[in-house]
């Protein structure tokens, strides 16, 4: 049975640019009363059954927030209807509702009330409140002398004690500590196990994976994609994966160019002299060698030949590599390091490790990574040309800086390939 039904559903805002706030203002500058009306929903069409567990993901500025708040009624919609079944509590906003010159016992009594409890029943759950929260040293106090964690566990302890049929949760849980996060995941699902029907907000993927039956992707006001939360979740990665490709790509274009362009150390020798002096790397530079073989360009692609700098975690990726050689050389290695943002080596190689041959110069090299194993995280990669001895013709340091997104909760540095085993 359907306990939520959202039908053609459209809510926009007045932005204004510069409202006055007197009346006095209003009167002698109109022109500061202008606004932009701008859509937070747009034709929203939603079922919710009785006892399931729904996901609300989606970027800042999706719509959410506003979603939620049309379900509890504290606006309403400018076109399309909303139907409810059952008693809603919601939990929308951080100490919404309470009073901050009262205890927080008499939060407790007002706050439970707005929800619809008579003063007897509050009186019956007041214990299991306040042992909730775990506030029972500071339930007299006045609230404006709680901390904002102390006020999320007061508000969340008062809306899942209303026995309602309908919980609606924005995106609080991020506050508080590790504890009582764990307490509040716990009586979600006991509550959901209870037949409670549950809509919440969240930026952590993970929680919508654990606790949720259904997710819906809400992206500029529009439902992007509802359904099995895996699926959902991950066309959602996918969307931030592009929107971050492009960026990342703009990023390592201006990284390549910071680094062609500077300039090189005087204690490079130049590719005149024969001799050659020890070169040793500036601090202050990313970028040293004498050049006689000169990297021009590199680019990182994936199976599909498109240049990228966002991937998931076990792709192939493509590290191609075009040089130029100012100067004959007897012998060439290219090798390639790939390093964390905190410095952290998690992989390096070259030709001369891998027994590979270089017969001849031709302007450029790829080497394919098969599965790129590495964790979630941003990642930084060192190209080098030098000689079997190590004397560099040409070493830059990050010059390109890419992500690693994984579908998986491992933590680490790289996934490593493994089974289990009941013996």
Not at 115 to 120: I, M, N, R
Not at 129 to 151: H, K, Q
């Amino acid at each position: 049975m359907d306990v939520i039904k959202v039908k053609d559903v459209w809510k926009k805002y007045k932005i204004y640019h510069d409202k006055g706030s007197t009346l006095k203002e209003r009167i002698l500058f109109k022109n500061r009363n202008r606004y932009e009306e701008r859509w937070a929903l747009k034709g929203i069409d939603l079922d919710i059954k009785k006892g399931e567990t729904v996901g609300l993901i989606g970027e800042n500025g999706s719509g959410k927030s506003t979603l939620l708040k049309l379900l509890t009624k504290i606006i309403y919609p400018n076109k399309g209807e909303i139907e409810i079944k059952g008693k809603v509590s919601s939990l929308l906003e951080l100490g919404a509702g309470f009073h901050p010159d009262m205890t927080g016992r008499e939060n407790i009594y007002m706050n439970a009330s707005i929800f619809g409890l008579t003063k007897e029943e509050i009186d019956k759950k007041l214990d299991d409140i306040i042992s909730f929260s775990g506030l029972e040293d500071f339930i007299d106090n006045p609230v404006r002398t709680y901390s904002s964690g102390m006020y999320m566990r007061l508000a969340f302890s008062v809306a899942i004690n209303v026995d309602a049929d309908i919980l609606l949760i924005d995106e609080v849980l991020a506050v508080g500590d590790t504890s009582f996060q764990k307490k509040c995941i716990e009586k979600m699902v006991e509550l959901k196990n209870k037949g409670v029907t549950i809509v919440f907000v969240s930026h952590d993927n993970n929680m919508v994976k654990r606790l949720c039956d259904k997710a819906i992707w809400l992206k500029n006001g529009n439902i992007a994609s509802q359904g099995i939360v895996k699926d959902v979740i991950n066309n959602y990665l996918d969307h931030l994966n592009t929107k971050s490709n492009i960026k990342c790509t703009e990023d390592s274009k201006n990284e390549i160019n910071s680094t062609n362009n500077q300039v090189i150390s005087e204690r490079e020798v130049s590719i005149e002299k024969e001799e050659v002096k020890d070169i040793k790397p500036a601090n202050k530079n990313k970028r040293w060698g004498n050049k006689y073989v000169e990297i021009l360009q590199v680019d990182m692609f994936d199976k599909d030949n498109k240049s990228k700098h966002i991937f998931i975690s076990g792709e192939t990726v493509r590290i191609s590599i075009k040089y130029k050689v100012n100067k004959k050389v007897d012998d060439v290695v290219f090798g390639i390091g790939i390093f964390r943002d905190d410095e952290v080596c998690c992989y390096g190689t070259n030709t001369f490790i891998d027994n590979y041959k270089i017969d001849k110069l031709t302007g450029r090299i790829d080497v394919e990574i098969d599965n790129l194993n590495l964790i979630t995280g941003k990642y930084y990669l060192d190209v080098a040309v030098h000689d079997k001895f190590g004397l560099p013709y040409d070493y830059i340091k990050k010059i390109l800086s890419f992500n690693v997104e994984t579908r998986t909760e491992e933590i680490g540095v790289v996934r490593l390939a493994h089974k289990w085993h009941i013996l």
